[in-house]
Structure formats: C-alpha cells, structure tokens
T-cell receptor
Framework: NAGVTQTPKFQVLKTGQSMTLQCAQD?????MSWYRQDPGMGLRLIHY???????DQGEVPNGYNVSRSTTEDFPLRLLSAAPSQTSVYFC?????????????FGPGTRLTVL | AQSVTQPDIHITVSEGASLELRCNYS??????LFWYVQSPGQGLQLLLK??????LVQGIKGFEAEFKRSQSSFNLRKPSVHWSDAAEYFC????????????FGKGTKLSVKP
C-alpha cells in the first residue's frame, strides 16, 4: 500500500491563480480530511469527508473547495489564491468517521502564494 | 470551547536525559487523545493514543503517556532521549461522535544536545 499520497510536493502560485492539491489513499478509508499547518499554529482542519459524495467544513474552510467523487480521492481546490493561503497542507485518512481509528497523514504540499 | 494546549513551544534536552512534554485539553465530551510526531519536512506519525482503560499507554519508539482526567492532561514521556527523537510533537484530542475530527495543539519542538 502506498498509504496517503499528495501531489505536488511544492507549488508556487501568484495571487489570484487557482489550483488543485491532489490527495489519494489506497486503504479504502471512508474518512478523509485536509489540514493546513502554519508556524506556531499547529494543524487546523479545512474540510473533511465521511464518504464518497459527503463533505463538510472544518475550522478554516474559507477560500477552499472540496469534493469526494470516489473513495480514493479527495482534492482540495483553491479558487483564487491569496498570500494568506501560504502554508503546508496535509491530507489524512482513516477507516471510518466517528471512530477512534488512527489517522494516517500524507507527506504534505508546501504552497507559497506570491 | 474545545482546545488543546501545549505550554512549551521549544524544549532542549541532552541525549540520554529523560523527557516530558506537556499537553492539557479542554473538551466537553469523553476525550480521545493522541500524540503525533513530525520530523522535519515529513508528515505526521502516530506515537500513541488513549481511548479508555489503563491510563498509562505505551507507544512506539519507547514513548509513553499518562492520561490524568482530574488534571485534563495527557503528558508524553520518554526515559532516555536519542538524537533521532529531535522533531516536533503534537498532542491532539477527538471525541466519540465528532466525525473523527481532531483538534491539535500548536506543537512542541524538541531539540537534542549531544
């Protein structure tokens, strides 16, 4: 199993550009999530999904969209990038929602918005 | 409001010395508690977790943590630190029925002196 994979590893955008951060897992996990990590702030939840076709907002959803058309994939879209979205983004998954399973994290995408 | 506090931003210990990283939580429901470790440039790896039962839990890499409900704490300990333990450590809290969403502390960076 590859686990949780994220692409790209690094990305530089200009203000106003759009892009999609990719996340995939091959463990047949129901639950997937996106976090952003900023220095001194820990990880903050952006969006999450408890199954294909079901998504919901986390703590910091503004400026981001998600969809979950398959169990395996959970892309994060930045519609109009802003410098405040410069961060490291982590995708995570676990077997099912509401449980106490371990969340497995991807390696992260480092995004810089100029 | 739900929150996790890691009072120490940065800790330096000598190799071979003991380690304790502090974590305090505020959560209305029965908490599920986690410690994750993040090596530089990497994703997060689960060290250990507590759901119920024995309040002293053992994890990987020789780490342990003790849940103290009366103090709302879940401190991480290791009797003898190795240079490879240098990393950032995150405490997180979740709850039954929370859709599996975690609230993370801001992290404690551990440096190890030779």
């Amino acid at each position: 199993n590859a686990g949780v994979t994220q692409t790209p590893k690094f990305q530089v955008l200009k203000t106003g550009q759009s892009m999609t951060l990719q996340c995939a897992q091959d463990m047949n996990h129901e639950y997937m999530s996106w976090y952003r990590q900023d220095p001194g702030m820990g990880l903050r939840l952006i969006h999450y999904s408890v199954g294909a076709g079901i998504t919901d907002q986390g703590e910091v959803p503004n400026g981001y969209n998600v969809s979950r058309s398959t169990t395996e994939d959970f892309p994060l879209r930045l519609l109009s990038a802003a410098p405040s979205q410069t961060s490291v983004y982590f995708c995570a998954s676990k077997r099912w929602a509401g449980g106490t399973d371990t969340q497995y994290f991807g390696p992260g995408t480092r995004l810089t918005v100029l | 409001a739900q929150s996790v506090t890691q009072p120490d931003i940065h800790i330096t210990v000598s190799e071979g010395a003991s380690l304790e990283l502090r974590c305090n939580y505020s959560y209305g429901a029965t908490p599920y508690l986690f410690w994750y470790v993040q090596s530089p440039g990497q994703g997060l790896q689960l060290l250990l977790k507590y759901f119920s039962g024995d309040t002293l839990v053992q994890g990987i890499k020789g780490f342990e943590a003790e849940f103290k409900r009366s103090q709302s704490s879940f401190n991480l300990r290791k009797p003898s630190v190795h240079w490879s333990d240098a990393a950032e450590y995150f405490c997180a809290v979740g709850a039954k029925g929370s859709q599996g969403n975690l609230i993370f502390g801001k992290g404690t960076k551990l440096s190890v002196k030779p």
